[in-house]
T-cell receptor, first 112, second 112 residues
Framework: GDSVTQMEGPVTLSEEAFLTINCTYTATGYPSLFWYVQYPGEGLQLLLK?????DKGSNKGFEATYRKETTSFHLEKGSVQVSDSAVYFCALSDQAGTALIFGKGTTLSVSS | DAGVIQSPRHEVTEMGQEVTLRCKPI?????LFWYRQTMMRGLELLIYFNNNVPIDDSGMPEDRFSAKMPNASFSTLKIQPSEPRDSAVYFCASSRDNYGYTFGSGTRLTVV
């Protein structure tokens, strides 16, 4: 079945460092791909998405490119801030009306 | 828009008691999802509805769990009887045609 694999955390960085969180997926069709972020004590929020191959999703300085050839959707940010400390989830949706499949989440901790 | 509204935010109950969690999705969204989050198992899909109809309840752990969606603006997740291993954060999310979920803030359930 469909699945999402994320790099295990925690990821610990200093402020202004470059961030990459790896995400790969397995799907039978042509899924839409998502990154969600969860701040402490809150629900998940959609960070960015891409619906077809070679699309780049971006938001708040974060980017991810849908790579069909490598079945990947890695999250990147050029310069992280302390306020980016959160748990990041990669997810896929194989078709409209079905449930999102989430990875296990990667905890990011940024120190000043 | 008030977003997805869950109640209560926190629930502490004794083992064996009935627990009811409530969710009001975003108006106009046609899919509703119940997830459970724990440190050990991450985010688990329990059940989801399309147009108020349960589509997939294979994630419901056992018969003690039940969910209903009597109309487009309300859903409940009931646990009867509750057990300590049910302690988790329960999230409700809604979407329209799966173009990104909107999550509620969650209900933190503690069964003692």
């Amino acid at each position: 079945g469909d699945s999402v694999t994320q790099m295990e955390g925690p990821v610990t960085l200093s402020e202004e460092a470059f961030l990459t969180i790896n995400c790969t997926y397995t799907a039978t069709g042509y899924p839409s791909l998502f990154w969600y972020v969860q701040y402490p004590g809150e629900g998940l929020q959609l960070l960015l998405k891409a619906t077809k191959a070679d699309d780049k999703g971006s938001n708040k300085g974060f980017e991810a490119t849908y790579r069909k050839e490598t079945t990947s959707f890695h999250l990147e940010k050029g310069s992280v801030q302390v306020s980016d400390s959160a748990v990041y989830f990669c997810a896929l949706s194989d078709q409209a009306g079905t449930a999102l499949i989430f990875g296990k989440g990667t905890t990011l901790s940024v120190s000043s | 828009d008030a977003g997805v509204i869950q109640s209560p935010r926190h629930e502490v109950t004794e083992m064996g008691q009935e627990v009811t969690l409530r969710c009001k999705p975003i108006s106009g969204h046609n899919s509703l999802f119940w997830y459970r989050q724990t440190m050990m198992r991450g985010l688990e899909l329990l059940i989801y509805f399309n147009n108020n109809v349960p589509i997939d309840d294979s994630g419901m752990p056992e018969d003690r769990f039940s969910a209903k969606m009597p109309n487009a603006s309300f859903s409940t997740l009931k646990i009867q009887p509750s057990e300590p291993r049910d302690s988790a954060v329960y999230f409700c999310a809604s979407s329209r045609d799966n173009y990104g979920y909107t999550f509620g803030s969650g209900t933190r359930l503690t069964v003692v």
